[in-house]
């Protein structure tokens, strides 16, 4: 096989993320000079060979998803998931040769597996009474996973995600909080968190700070780095992320994710075992709107929606007490009635909670007995409660 990656130095925080994140950083490149074109990487990469066809990576038509911008690249290595980890070497010379050339800044390469790849095992004939599909695996040690989502960016769900989080770990609960905004990652700052993860082995060790477990992508990867990153990449970085981290013990582990529903949310809602969704929503109509969205994903993803908050519910004045509603109250809670899901409760619209976010000290930790706190643990409350009946309610059992 052709190595043309010769002398590389891995970028700083490679370390971290062990196989997950593998970045190289040319040294002693200028950021302004001229970057490398498709073709170039194309050239580049056509001098791979794979040792198990004998062909060039390109000639087989397995670099999927190359994205170049300002001289950051990535792509997606595809192989046969039978080879698994075996395919590190070719997705490492992959990422060098790519890296050599000149007007490369960062490479991104991830192993991705076939989505038509065959069973690996004889197929057992057609039962006609399956009823649902197998769960995907959970994460060991891991009770239930919940996603904090909305359709509608910037409506306060990494804020409600960060407070819920260390609520129900002030409950007692063994709580884990994962940051999936592969683009816009709010975790980092609003735990104040700037150090690497350690790392155990090939595992990576979630960073704990106020009683909870927390891993985010922008602890390893700057944002311009993962702008380059597409559907499979984004969805490896995903599932890396969830399974190599050592969560274990874990009573909730909430997943932060990104606006919308595009493909982390799918990769998500398809691929994690998740025991439910808590909706995020402003009282407007059109928030409510992009809510029912989110709503109508992890139904179709057959994940139980847990319930719908209201975030910036009622404004109250921090100097005269007065409250007013500026984004209307209530939407949420009559939406939430309309289509027959719980409603788990509202959070007001305070300049604290935007200030103590920005301090990287949310305001449960801040201050813990205040009114903010108080609503963030009655939700808390819900959502604990919440979890336990989707277990009761929603077994994915097979029939055979
Ligand atoms: N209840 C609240 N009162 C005051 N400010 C709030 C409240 N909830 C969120 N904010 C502020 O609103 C802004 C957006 O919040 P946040 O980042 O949590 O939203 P998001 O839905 O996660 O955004 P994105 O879609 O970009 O991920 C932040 O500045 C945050 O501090
Ligand atoms: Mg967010």
Wanted: glycine share 8%; with cysteine; aromatic share 4%.
């Amino acid at each position: 096989m052709c190595n043309a990656a010769g002398a590389q130095t891995p970028h700083p925080r490679d370390g971290a993320a062990v196989t997950l994140f593998k970045v190289l950083t040319r040294q002693g490149k200028k950021p302004d000079m001229a970057h490398a074109n498709r073709e170039e990487v194309l050239r580049a990469l056509d001098q791979i060979i794979d040792p198990v066809s004998g062909r060039s990576v390109v000639q087989q038509d397995i670099i999927q998803g190359l994205v170049l911008r300002d001289g950051n690249v990535g792509f997606a290595v595809e192989v046969d998931p039978r080879r698994g980890r075996e395919a590190e070497p070719l997705r490492l010379a992959c990422e060098r040769a790519v890296a050599a050339l000149p007007g490369v800044l960062s490479v991104t390469a991830v192993l991705t597996a076939h989505q038509d790849a065959g069973p690996t095992v004889p197929q057992r004939p057609a039962q006609p009474h399956r009823a649902e599909p197998p769960a995907p695996a959970g994460i060991p040690g891991v009770n239930a996973i919940i996603a904090v989502a909305s359709g509608k960016g910037g409506v306060g769900k990494s804020t409600v995600a960060a407070n819920l989080a260390i609520a129900l770990g002030q409950l007692g609960l063994k709580v884990g909080l994962m940051d999936a905004d592969i683009y816009g990652p709010s975790v980092p700052r609003l735990f104040d968190i700037r150090e690497k993860p350690k790392t155990t082995g090939k595992k990576i060790i979630p960073i704990e700070k106020y009683g909870i477990k927390i891993m985010s992508l922008g602890f390893l990867v700057r944002e311009d780095e993962a702008v380059v990153w597409r559907g499979p990449m984004v969805q490896s970085a995903l599932t890396q992320m969830l399974s190599d981290s050592t969560w274990a013990p874990l009573d909730i582990l909430v997943i932060d994710m990104p606006p919308g529903t595009g493909d982390a949310q799918l990769t998500i809602s398809q691929r994690v075992p998740l025991r439910g969704a808590i909706i995020v929503s402003t009282p407007q109509d059109l928030a409510l709107i992009d809510a029912r969205k989110g709503l109508a994903m992890f139904n179709k993803t057959q994940v139980p929606v847990l319930g719908i908050i209201e975030n910036m519910s009622t404004f109250v004045c921090p100097h005269c007490g007065t409250e007013s509603h500026i984004f209307g109250h209530g939407g949420a809670r009559n939406e939430a009635r309309k289509l027959a899901v719980p409603f788990l409760g509202e959070i007001p619209l305070v300049p604290a909670i935007r200030e103590t976010s920005d301090l990287g000290i949310p305001i449960v930790v801040q201050a813990p007995d205040g009114k903010e706190a108080q609503a963030f643990r009655a939700i808390a409350n819900a959502v604990a409660a919440s979890v336990a009946i989707a277990a009761r309610q929603a077994p994915r059992i097979v029939l055979e």
